[in-house]
């Protein structure tokens, strides 16, 4: 059953102006409250975290509770990994902890001590693409590009462990990996070329 709201205009008067009067409460009582919200909310806890990304060494004061993908992003200025759903569902977030794709959303900063992190902008070797860059180009697997580096990391891994024997294959291992324009014909295709080499 639908619950209707009808706000009148003096209910919005009344509330505009409580909420108004809150900026004219006196400091001590503000400062009472922030005793109590500190008290009620844990304070943010920092952690001293040494990690290798892109086979870079990264010495930084991390909060907890933060991602991999929020640190990447946030404080270490690598925008590769794309923050789509930001729940795991899409993959424009994939990464390669030791080798394995993961999910960088889904994983906190703090398990990756002492791993190596691979994001997209690590995968190239200077100014040479990696082949599977190359073959996203040439096989036109991308439109927009906004899930391209998830769908790249996901598709070396992909012929790393040598899922590729067959396009139902392929497709069965990248189906982690959201294309909202639908450029699938060309992803797997970059796949299969890369795979044949």
């Known amino acids: 059953m639908k619950q209707e709201y009808n706000f009148s205009r003096r209910f919005f008067l009344k509330t505009s102006s409580a909420l108004g009067a809150l900026a004219f409460i006196p400091k001590g009582v503000k400062a ?23 086979k ?4 930084i004061k991390a909060d907890t509770r933060t991602t991999l ?26 990464v390669h902890i030791d080798g394995e794709r993961v999910l ?9 001590q002492g791993k190596e992190v691979t994001t997209i902008e690590g995968l190239a070797n200077g100014d040479q693409l990696h082949p599977m860059q190359q073959a996203f180009i040439e096989c036109d697997g991308f439109q927009c590009g906004y899930c391209t580096p998830g769908q790249i990391m996901s598709a070396v891994a992909c012929v790393k462990e040598g899922h590729t024997k067959s396009v139902a294959e392929i497709k069965e291992f990248m189906s982690g990996n959201l294309c909202r324009c639908g450029a699938y014909n060309g992803i797997v295709e970059s796949i ?6």
């Open 32 to 54: 009472f409250y922030e005793e109590v919200k500190n008290f009620i909310v844990p304070k943010k806890e920092q952690l001293p975290l040494t990690v290798s990304i892109n």
């Open 56 to 59: 870079k060494s990264y010495a």
């Open 69 to 94: 993908l929020d640190l990447l992003r946030e404080d270490l200025n690598l925008t590769g990994a794309k923050k789509g759903c930001d729940h795991g569902q899409c993959g424009a977030c994939t």
């Open 104 to 112: 960088s959303c889904l994983t906190l900063a703090a398990t990756v």
């Open 192 to 197: 299969q070329k890369v795979a044949a080499q």
